[in-house]
């Protein structure tokens, strides 16, 4: 994040969040014909308008299932071989919410095409909120980011905001019903209206029942630098896109979850005054801790 940005992508989701089935039927199109969204029937083959096929093809790739580049002129999109290809293969039809938690943080980390998502669970420090609050705030944290005389639309930044709560709240406290029915992110709970104003919402840390250790091993993991083998608690509680910002975990709640960890053999901890530290010794690749889960079996 230090290098500051000229331009930035904003309501790539066509102000359309992802609904129940999406990204199954995207995969399955996407297996079938890697050029699906650079063809005219793109839209009868997904069964659904033009704006909702580009918000398809947006989420499959925010979410770190697919990867488009061009070739011979068109756009290709294949599925991702450490991520996409492992969901496919254990959770094709996106029913455990251990998938949904890995695309959330895959989404949060994704600054190039969710900035708004990337900003708010990253910078946005406040427990409770309003829309407006929401929108000023990472506004602002989006022109600290953007390059002296660089421009971008308010009014799309501000679509992009308003998603969030969206595609985070149940259909039954939305703003919209219409727009947030079926959007499975919903089911994270990471974003609940408030009990003192039906327009002032809050964050909410994930219920441990919900969040299983693996996910946040996942998110941790994936965080490493290469080569490196330990991290502070700190950095796992501040750093940008790791496991505290994306999960809403204070302390005490990411205290548990290592625990667990360290319990099962996962890594190592050491906690001594000024020196609160994680070591993942021989720690398993993403991909294995994803297969771990789906298998149930114990990572080594």
């Known amino acids: 994040m230090n290098n500051k940005l000229n331009k930035v992508r904003l309501k790539g989701n066509e102000s359309f969040n992802i609904r129940e089935g999406w990204l199954r039927k995207g995969m399955r199109c996407v297996a079938e014909d890697p050029r699906l969204f650079a063809k005219r029937e793109a839209m009868e083959l997904l ?15 925010a979410t770190g299932l697919t ?78 980011r ?5 421009a971008f639309s308010e009014k799309s930044f501000y679509s992009d905001c308003a998603s969030i709560l969206k595609m985070y709240l149940s259909a039954e406290t ?26 002032a919402y809050r964050k909410v840390a994930p219920s441990p029942d919900q969040l299983d250790k693996l996910a946040v091993l996942y998110v941790i993991r994936k965080n490493l630098a290469e080569g490196k083998r330990s991290v502070s608690i700190d950095d796992l509680l501040g750093a940008p896109n790791n496991v505290g910002k994306v999960f809403h975990l204070n302390r005490v709640g990411l205290n548990e979850y290592l625990d667990q960890l360290r319990v099962s053999g996962l890594l190592m901890l050491t906690r001594t005054a000024g020196l609160d530290m994680v070591y ?5 690749t993403p991909p294995e801790i994803m297969t771990a889960y789906y298998e149930k079996a114990t990572v080594r």
């Open 47 to 61: 069964g659904m308008g033009s704006k909702m096929v580009k918000s398809v093809r947006f989420w499959l790739q």
């Open 67 to 144: 990867q488009e580049v061009y070739q011979n002129g068109g756009r290709v999109q294949t599925i991702t071989e450490d991520f996409g290809r492992v969901i496919d293969r254990y959770d094709p039809y996106f029913d455990d919410i251990f998938t949904l938690w890995l695309l959330h943080a895959n989404i949060v980390a994704n600054e190039e095409f969710c900035i708004a998502w990337n900003i708010f669970f990253n910078e946005y420090e406040g427990e409770n909120f309003t829309k407006e609050d929401l929108f000023l705030v990472c506004k602002a944290q989006l022109v600290k």
């Open 146 to 150: 953007m390059e002296e005389g660089a």
């Open 174 to 199: 939305s703003e919209d019903p219409e727009e947030s029915l079926g959007c499975p992110f919903a089911a994270l709970g990471l974003i609940r209206r408030s009990a003192n104003s039906k327009n």
């Open 280 to 284: 993942l010794e021989d720690s398993p």
